[in-house]
């Protein structure tokens, strides 16, 4: 039986989301925290496995409205922000709008669940192209428009001078994707909300400690939650997951300490980066680092063979691999091996 002939052309047409397990000793290639918060783990024990988990999750929301200084009514949750991307798109449809290269999951879902995909190439400096979004809108009608900010792989928010009057342009909703945004200098777009009715907040626990967790949460005015809350699946965010996550919310000194920490040696790796002959680091407001290099597939291979897994973004962005800032060790680690690759590979080009 030839499967590939049931599945609707969409599907058959697309490439799934690459998440490899590849054994390495420094894993810089997720974007996840190297600190965990393991102590919090304790409070699984208290799960009662044979009752289905809390459906409203309503203590955790609790504690994500006190932290976001938001109603409960004004959230909703998801294992991890990819399902509530997936709910966006499933509750509103397209066409989608979003800059490139950025975060692969919105065209993928948008591709998947049949809707019209509309990108838009950021600009040399990796900025929001102004007139060509504005134009898009324009032209396209998004009923959804996607922006990661910071953005992944590119690792730089983009100037709100350029996302305000996309907001204020569009008959359609703007989903500001702060996955990274703990790692900023800015302070966001939460503080908007009040201001833009079809203004949607994306965040998630995964990049701050707690990926294992799988949770995502959205925040938006209560008749934006109400809808997509229709397609949500019945008890979508596990009860262990609810219980450790409530307990590891609590502990905001060790969180904000990890976060200062991998700033820190973001900074560093940076410096370190940029006077390196040969790499081209970009600066970055997140916890990873793109980086150009002249020939990207020796360079990514050639430090896996050291025992350092990165991320190839070369499809994404020319030339281009991502390093997630790890620990110091990592860091130090990644750099050596990044010296030692580029020496062997710049023998190798003369
Ligand atoms: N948005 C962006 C911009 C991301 O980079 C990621 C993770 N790669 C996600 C969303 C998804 O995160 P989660 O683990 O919460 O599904």
Redesign the pocket.
């Known amino acids: 039986m030839n499967i590939g002939k049931l599945v609707k052309k969409e599907v058959a047409s697309l490439r799934a989301y690459s998440a490899k397990e590849i054994a390495c000793r420094v894993k810089l290639d997720a ?1 996840e925290s190297p600190y965990g918060f393991e102590t919090a783990l304790d409070a699984a024990l208290a799960v009662k496995t044979n009752r289905y988990p809390d459906p409203e999750a309503k203590a955790l929301k609790k504690v994500l409205a006190r932290d976001c200084r938001v109603m409960p009514e004004n959230i909703l949750l998801g294992n ?3 399902e509530l991307i997936c709910y966006l798109i499933e509750t509103f449809g397209g066409p989608v709008l979003y800059p490139v290269p950025t ?1 692969s ?1 919105y065209g993928i879902i948008a591709q998947a669940l049949g809707e019209q995909k509309v990108e838009v190439p950021l600009d040399a400096a990796f900025d929001l192209d102004g007139p060509a979004m504005l134009s898009a809108v324009r032209r396209a009608r998004p009923k959804l428009t996607f922006l ?1 900010s910071p953005n ?1 792989p590119t690792g730089n928010c983009f100037s709100s001078e350029r996302i305000l009057p996309l907001i204020e342009a569009t008959k359609g909703l703007v989903v500001v ?1 702060e ?1 990274y945004q703990p790692f900023a200098s800015e302070r966001g777009f939460l503080p908007l909300l009040k201001d833009y009715p079809n203004l949607i907040i ?1 965040r ?1 626990l ?1 990049k701050t400690g707690l ?1 294992a967790l ?1 949770l ?1 949460y959205m925040i938006a005015s209560p008749d934006i939650v109400e809808q997509v809350n229709k397609v949500r699946l019945p008890f979508n965010v596990n009860a262990l997951t609810q219980a450790v996550a409530v307990k590891a919310l609590q502990e905001r000194k060790k969180l904000k300490e990890s976060v200062n920490k991998l700033v820190a040696e973001r900074d560093r790796l940076y410096g370190e980066m940029e006077r390196m002959a040969r790499v081209t680091p970009f600066l970055s407001e997140a916890n990873f680092i793109l980086f150009r290099v002249h020939d990207p597939e020796a360079v990514y291979d050639g430090l896996l063979r050291k025992g350092v897994l990165v991320r190839n973004m070369n499809d994404a962005a020319a030339g281009c691999l991502r390093v997630t800032v790890g620990t110091p060790e990592d860091n130090s680690a990644f750099l050596s091996a990044l010296g030692k690759v580029l020496e062997s590979t710049k023998r190798r080009v003369q």
């Open positions: 974007n991890g922000s990819d975060f999951m990661s992944n994707d996955a994306l998630t995964s990926a799988r995502g």
